[in-house]
């Protein structure tokens, strides 16, 4: 499946980052009106960072959001390397969803035994409904690289053993683009000027693993990297 692409240009990353807490807090609110909970998939990285910190100050019913990872690293619990760390010392920890929906993934259990205790926590989950991803200067997202398994067919799994990442730690676990895609709304965050080459191959529609995320309605990518062309 094609990759369906909107593009939201910033001036800077600050103004990037208050209009995605705002869009956050509303489709959560729009979610949660309808709905008995709000799937959210985080991401790790500096500016996801700047938003979960903003996130403490929204207006919302924390009882009903249940969050995900969308890849760790395989590290002992609280190593300040882990996103679930970052997510509960900038966020999580300030705000009052519940701890039994806060459903981080046990890598520290090693990257074969995490991932397969992670498939039993979302087997029967339904479709996120919104997924954060982030964009590394080769164009990987989660933890899904470049030369590496995507797991970007049909059949493949919700999760994926990662041995072999090109930049440490080497041991991962990620979900796959078939997982990731399984979403309402899928937005990537991508500021500074070393994401540049890899936006531009984006752009230019040369694989990157970013572009094997398809969701049916396509992905959101706010910027602060002007579009070129």
């Not at 029967?124 to 797991?151: Q, Y």
Request: charged residues 20%.
């Amino acid at each position: 499946m094609r990759q369906i692409r909107r593009w939201h240009n910033y001036p800077d990353s600050d103004a990037l980052k208050q209009d995605v807490i705002q869009n956050i807090s509303d489709f959560a609110q729009q979610t949660l009106s309808t709905h008995a909970c709000f799937r959210m998939v985080l991401a790790g990285g500096g500016t996801p960072k700047a938003v979960y910190h903003g996130l403490r100050n929204i207006k919302t019913d924390w009882s009903g959001w249940h969050i995900y990872f969308g890849d760790e690293r395989c590290l002992p619990v609280g190593a300040a390397e882990r996103n679930d760390t970052m997510a509960q010392q900038s966020w999580l920890s300030h705000v009052a969803i519940p701890p039994e929906q806060i459903h981080t993934i046990p890598a520290e259990l090693g990257a074969v035994e995490g991932a397969n205790t992670y498939m039993s926590i979302l087997k029967g989950t339904g479709n996120f409904d919104l997924v954060l991803l982030g964009l590394g200067e080769d164009g990987h997202t989660a933890s899904l690289f470049p030369g590496h398994n995507l797991g970007n067919d049909a059949g493949a799994p919700d999760v994926l053993v990662v041995n072999d990442a090109p930049k440490p730690p080497s041991e991962r676990i990620s979900l796959s683009a078939n997982r990731l895609s399984q979403a309402r709304q899928v937005w990537f965050l991508v500021t500074g000027e070393a994401k540049r080459s890899a936006i531009k191959k984006w752009q230019l529609e040369k694989m990157i693993p970013a572009e094997s995320i398809c969701p049916t309605h396509g992905v959101d990518i706010y910027t602060d990297l002007e579009r070129e062309g």
